[in-house]
């Protein structure tokens, strides 16, 4: 990939969700639009990664969802052992809303020993779920991560913005989709969350857009909403966009 001809950045985006990932996979290539393909469980990890071999604009990421932690706890090890082949992390992180409560010490206990392998490895980038959970999430990362070995990405964040603060003092970049952009509250977040922590995403298939999923191509849309709450001008906001993703993604030694 060459981030400067790179048209947007999806940093959270189920591929393997999708009807057609193979056909996904080819129109984020055509349209030059990098995709990080987070997973939910390290068993499709392969099937990821053979979708994506030689692809210029779409990595697949090695993930353990908390919503699954419940069923699939004793997946943790196998994530670990995955981890060495590669420094793309995500979907992890910690769900503490009502339905996902009775997992919460499996998921505290996964979400830790997944930060403490990629904190031993180091230069991973960690795309994190924190609903209901944001200080928690904050928490973990500070006991088992240092900022320079782990980039931490909350994506699709819906905390508090004094959790957001905290977040953002650890160092946590932050990926923004468009339900957040029109809720109140996503787009107060915008405030508290410096230019060079921004990154773009759509969760798709889970976001949609007039009766459609998302799909990575609407980071472009979201981008230029982004800059209008930056207040900025469309380009010199891309340029930032640009700029932090270049940023997180040599340190996860892709180019
Ligand atoms: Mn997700």
């Not at 990154?199 to 979201?222: G, K, M």
């Amino acid at each position: 990939m060459t981030v400067t001809t790179t048209k947007s950045f999806d940093f959270h985006c189920h591929v393997d969700l999708f009807p057609d990932p193979a056909g996904l996979i080819q129109s984020c290539e055509q349209y030059e639009i990098f995709t990080l393909a987070v997973t939910t469980t390290p068993k499709a990890w392969s099937q990821n990664r053979k979708w994506t071999e030689g692809k210029r604009y779409v990595f697949p990421a090695l993930g353990l969802h908390p919503e699954l932690v419940g069923d699939r706890k004793s997946e943790i090890g196998l994530l670990e052992d995955l981890m060495e082949e590669t420094r793309l992390v995500g979907e992890i992180g910690l769900d503490g809303s009502p339905r996902f409560r009775k997992s919460w010490d499996a998921q505290i206990e996964v979400f830790s020993r997944a930060l403490t392998r990629a904190n031993a490895l180091g230069g991973r980038v960690v795309s994190i779920h924190s609903r209901w959970a944001e200080n928690d999430v904050v928490a973990l990362l500070d006991q088992n991560a240092m900022p320079d070995r782990v980039i931490p990405i909350l994506h699709w964040y819906s905390g508090s913005q004094s959790a957001a603060r905290r977040a953002v003092e650890y160092g946590c970049y932050f990926s923004v989709n468009l339900p957040m952009l029109s809720s109140k509250s996503g787009r107060k977040l915008i405030d508290v969350v410096p230019l060079d922590r921004l990154l773009t995403e759509t969760d798709a298939p889970f976001t949609s857009v007039a009766d459609r999923s998302c799909t990575p191509v609407d980071t472009v849309q979201i981008a230029k909403q982004l800059a209008a709450l930056k207040q900025m001008p469309e380009g010199e906001f891309r340029d930032a966009l640009s700029g932090n993703a270049r940023r997180v993604l040599s340190f996860a030694d892709i180019r």
